[in-house]
């Protein structure tokens, strides 16, 4: 554990270390709140954190632990004067899911169900909640509002949605006692890029799942090829995204945590741009910003996969006075200076 002032107001960080963790560590940081971070490190690196303190020249705790683990989260909520809880911990790799559901029930439900056990137990009531724009799965409709229906084609978007169901029933029991939960549940588009320092980005363990940094990878000659996509109902027959950098995506976190101060009740805001880039729109950014070839080739639609999904972001930017900044050219940029100064990641 590093030394922290305890000054300010402190924020339990589950999953903190993670790609879009350690990025949200960096803007809790900077907004001067004391964080400590508990992460079992399943899927990231104890140096993310370092990395986080070095941008920021400030200091967190961090514990090596398990959400799953009770008596590790009794212990640490009766030491720390803890506010809110911010928690990312849990897996998130939809085929992944499909091939292994117990896993992802029980690390992402079981593992959420202590974590809320032990705030309810120590009297914390205000958390910060990573859901996905997994939850709405095929939708009509573009772009997608908060008020959309709710439906789950793999156990991951199913473990996203009992998450949020249990937040929900949990408020409600909370009105029965004359008490309330503050819940935000931030449904997240698809975060890509990097830090803008280049010190802190995404570092998949296995073969990269998604775009970025399978784009990342060939482009720097890991991988020979691309595989591109095709046959969605699109203009260019590939699949449409809202991408969003994750560093908006970080401060979005900060922004949801002082509105969530003084509102009561659940709260659910989409996180993303507002609007749909197609794979070839992104791939032909890459390669013009980045001067940068990426050889491609092209496939059948990818099983499961929806063709457009675009956010309606109106929600947070009235609530929460918050809006993304950067646009694609920084989320390729910055992707791409991450790669190249850190090839093996944090290895
Ligand atoms: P990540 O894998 O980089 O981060 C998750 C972190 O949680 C890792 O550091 C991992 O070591 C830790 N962790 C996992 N299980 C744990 C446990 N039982 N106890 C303690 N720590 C544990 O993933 P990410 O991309 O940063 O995603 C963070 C959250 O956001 C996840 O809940 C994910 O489902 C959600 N999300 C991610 C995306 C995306 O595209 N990256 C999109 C929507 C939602
Ligand atoms: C984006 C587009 C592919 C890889 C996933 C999860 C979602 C959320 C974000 C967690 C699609 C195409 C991809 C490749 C390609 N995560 N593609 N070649 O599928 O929108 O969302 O991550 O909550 O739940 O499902 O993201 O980056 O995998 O794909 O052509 O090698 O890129 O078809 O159109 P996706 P992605």
Redesign the pocket.
């Known amino acids: 554990r590093s030394g922290t002032s305890l000054c300010g107001t402190m924020m339990l960080v589950t999953g903190g270390a993670g790609y879009i963790g350690s990025h949200t560590c960096v803007e809790l940081l900077e907004a001067g709140y004391d964080i400590i971070v508990l992460d079992n490190l399943s899927n990231a690196s104890r140096e993310s954190l370092n990395r986080v303190e070095e941008i920021t020249g400030k200091k967190l705790i961090f514990i090596h632990g398990d959400i799953r683990n009770q008596t590790l989260l009794d212990d640490v909520f009766s030491t720390y004067p803890i506010e809110t809880v911010i928690h990312f911990a849990g897996f998130?790799a939809?085929a992944e899911s499909v091939l292994k559901p117990l896993e992802y029930y029980n690390n992402n439900v079981y593992g959420s169900n202590t974590l809320f056990a032990a705030m309810e137990k120590a009297g914390v009531k205000k958390i910060v909640f990573s859901s996905?724009?997994?939850v709405y799965g095929q939708q009509e409709t573009m772009p997608i509002s908060e008020t959309a229906s709710l439906s789950h084609t793999s156990p991951?978007?199913h473990t996203?949605l009992l998450i949020e169901e249990m937040l929900q029933y949990q408020h409600q029991a909370a009105l029965r006692l004359d008490s309330s939960w503050n819940i935000a549940l931030l449904r997240?588009f698809?975060p890509i890029g990097a830090h803008q320092s280049g010190y802190i980005g995404e570092d998949p363990k296995d073969i990269p799942?998604?775009?970025?940094p399978?784009i990342t990878q060939v482009s720097a000659k890991k991988r020979p090829y691309?595989?591109?996509?095709k046959g969605?109902e699109t203009t260019d027959g590939?699949?449409?995204?809202d991408y969003i950098h994750v560093v908006d995506l970080a401060r979005g976190h900060v922004k949801a945590i002082e509105k969530l101060q003084d509102s009561s009740g659940v709260h659910t805001w989409n996180l993303g741009v507002g609007r749909g880039y197609s794979?070839y729109e992104v791939l032909n950014a890459f390669q013009e910003y980045n001067h940068v070839n990426i050889p491609v080739q092209e496939e059948g639609r990818?099983e499961g996969?929806v063709d457009i999904?675009y956010a309606d972001v109106s929600k947070a930017e009235a609530e929460l006075g918050w809006k993304a900044r950067y646009g694609l050219e920084e989320m390729v940029r910055h992707a791409w200076v991450w790669q190249q100064k850190y090839p093996d990641g944090y290895a």
């Open positions: 998130k939809v996905s724009a997994t991951y978007g996203k997240y698809n799942n998604n775009l970025m399978y691309l595989r591109v996509y969605y590939t699949g449409i995204r794979v990818r996969d999904c």
